[in-house]
């Protein structure tokens, strides 16, 4: 039981496919029966499109006799040859009969009185001729017989000299005194008769078997007594030309006067299951049981692959744990860290500011003041970080507008009105090391501009700008409503400790300082 559990799956599998199996050997085994079922179908079709051609002939050949016979009857005088070779031509092209076919007088002495065709008059030389030297005696004997019987007769097909089969029809002919003149025997070409069997374009997978009574074979061109080799013109379509020993013929008789032709037909190729079907099944099917088994194996694979990675996942989920308190941990210390650097710079900044207050000389105090200012600039900084969630990123615009008020309280008096405008937008988000170097050089900027630049009774003015240009590329942009920088000081060589400092802080963000004289604006284009 243990064995099936562990393997219940792959069994399951494997009675699937027995199963599949067994179902495409019984549709394989339909489809021949089917197969061999429609072949005998139309065997049986042909038999029958056979015997209705061949009883639509004999109606003709009927229809041709009855009217020679109904024509000698009914003559007001017994016919000549000329006048029965005209009725004859005339009948052919009324019936569009168009092969051979003779008609002959022979009297009560079994002599040929005369013979014609639709086209001749005694085109074989007949006239005069007995006919005992061209028919076997028990055949004589029965034409005599024929000479006192009322009824058309019709004798076993025979060959003829002049080179092809006939069906030999007699009957007999009396003078107006009822005494025997003789008989008629028009004799029609098999051919006729075969012809619309072949025809038929359904005829030609078939091969055909035509004898009377059992005994006497023929074809379109000749009568056959023996299965054996004859000379002269051959049927292409005669069935000793196939292994007609092996077909399997199926036949019907038919009666035709007072002779019965039976018509067999076989198919000319015997019965052969279409392997091809067989084979691309049993191929498909091959091919579906290899898919089958890599879809099982890639199934067991990804299994054990799922369970690895449930197994690797619950470990990384451990580990994300373990690593997530290490971070919380870590961004304390850091917190920690700017929270002390801004209270050291805080006691700076007192210290400087301590000091600049016991001083009396006023260059000190203006660079106490200075260096206050941007240790300020740099304490905000950390304070900002220390207070931001990611510990990363500060927001410019808020802090741009805390350091412009800590500045604004250190250098304006209520005398000065600045309007403040920060185009900066809110989400702008830098780094700790971008922020710094920017905020000292706003600084430097503000103070020269709270110094030197505003007026009383003035409306005075800071522009503050910081727009992005492409990917990582930034441009600062600030002017006041300030005179500007004098003519002759050179920004990039003043000697000034503000502008110097602007200078080295600028190139620290990897930036291009500009000075534009005419709008008294600098520009600082910096990459993050």
Do not use: C
């Amino acid at each position: 039981m243990a064995l099936f559990a562990r393997f219940k799956y792959q069994f399951i599998l494997f009675l699937v496919l027995l199963s599949g199996l067994a179902l495409v050997y019984q549709l394989l085994q339909s489809n021949a029966e089917a197969a061999r079922k429609e072949y005998d179908t139309r065997l049986l079709e042909a038999r029958e499109e056979a015997e209705l051609h061949i009883r639509t002939a004999i109606d003709v050949y009927s229809t041709l006799v009855s009217s020679i016979r109904s024509y000698v009857n009914h003559a007001n005088k017994y016919p000549t040859e000329d006048e029965l070779f005209h009725f004859l031509k005339d009948l052919i092209r009324d019936t569009r009969f168009q092969d051979s076919i003779v008609v002959s007088w022979v009297d009560t002495n079994q002599v040929f009185r005369y013979s014609v065709t639709p086209f001749h008059i005694d085109p074989y030389h007949l006239k005069g001729v007995s006919v005992v030297n061209l028919r076997p005696p028990h055949e004589v004997a029965a034409l005599n017989r024929l000479m006192f019987e009322p009824d058309i007769q019709l004798f076993p097909p025979i060959n003829l000299v002049e080179g092809w089969a006939g069906f030999p029809f007699n009957f007999s002919v009396f003078d107006e005194e009822e005494r025997s003149r003789g008989y008629f025997a028009p004799i029609v070409n098999v051919k006729y008769l075969l012809n619309r069997i072949y025809a038929n374009p359904k005829s030609q997978g078939y091969v055909y078997r035509f004898s009377v009574n059992d005994s006497i074979y023929f074809n379109r061109e000749k009568v056959l007594n023996r299965f054996h080799e004859e000379q002269g013109k051959k049927d292409p379509e005669d069935f000793r030309n196939y292994p007609y020993k092996e077909l399997d013929f199926i036949g019907s008789e038919i009666d035709f006067y007072n002779l019965k032709i039976k018509v067999e037909v076989a198919h000319k190729e015997a019965f052969r299951e279409d392997v091809r079907i067989s084979g691309m099944t049993y191929a498909w099917y091959v091919l579906l049981i290899i898919i089958s088994v890599i879809v099982w194996l890639q199934y067991v694979r990804h299994s054990r692959l799922n369970a690895q990675l449930v197994g690797t996942q619950k470990n990384l989920n451990e580990k994300n744990q373990e690593l997530e308190s290490q971070v919380n941990q870590i961004q304390t210390l850091i917190k920690e860290v700017h929270h002390r650097v801004k209270n050291n710079l805080q006691i700076i900044a007192s210290l400087l500011n301590l000091q600049r207050m016991n001083e009396s000389n006023e260059e000190v105090i203006r660079a106490l003041l200075k260096s206050k200012n941007r240790i300020q600039s740099m304490a905000l900084v950390h304070q900002k970080l220390y207070g931001n969630e990611h510990l990363t990123n500060i927001y410019v615009r808020e802090y741009l507008e805390q350091l412009m008020g800590h500045l604004e309280g250190s250098f304006l008096d209520d005398q000065y009105a600045v309007e403040n405008s920060i185009e900066v937008p809110n989400d702008m988000q830098f780094g700790m090391d971008t922020m710094i170097p920017l905020g000292l050089i706003l600084n430097e900027l503000l103070t020269n501009s709270y110094k030197y630049a505003f007026e009383e009774g003035k409306v005075n003015s800071i522009r503050l700008k910081i727009q992005k240009t492409e990917e990582h590329q930034f441009v600062l942009i600030y002017a006041d409503s300030g005179p500007g920088i004098s003519e002759d000081i050179d920004v990039f060589n003043s000697g000034t400790l503000g502008l110097e400092l602007i200078t080295i802080l600028s190139e620290q963000i990897g930036g291009e300082l500009q000075y534009l004289r005419e709008s008294s604006e600098f520009r600082i284009l910096f990459r993050v």
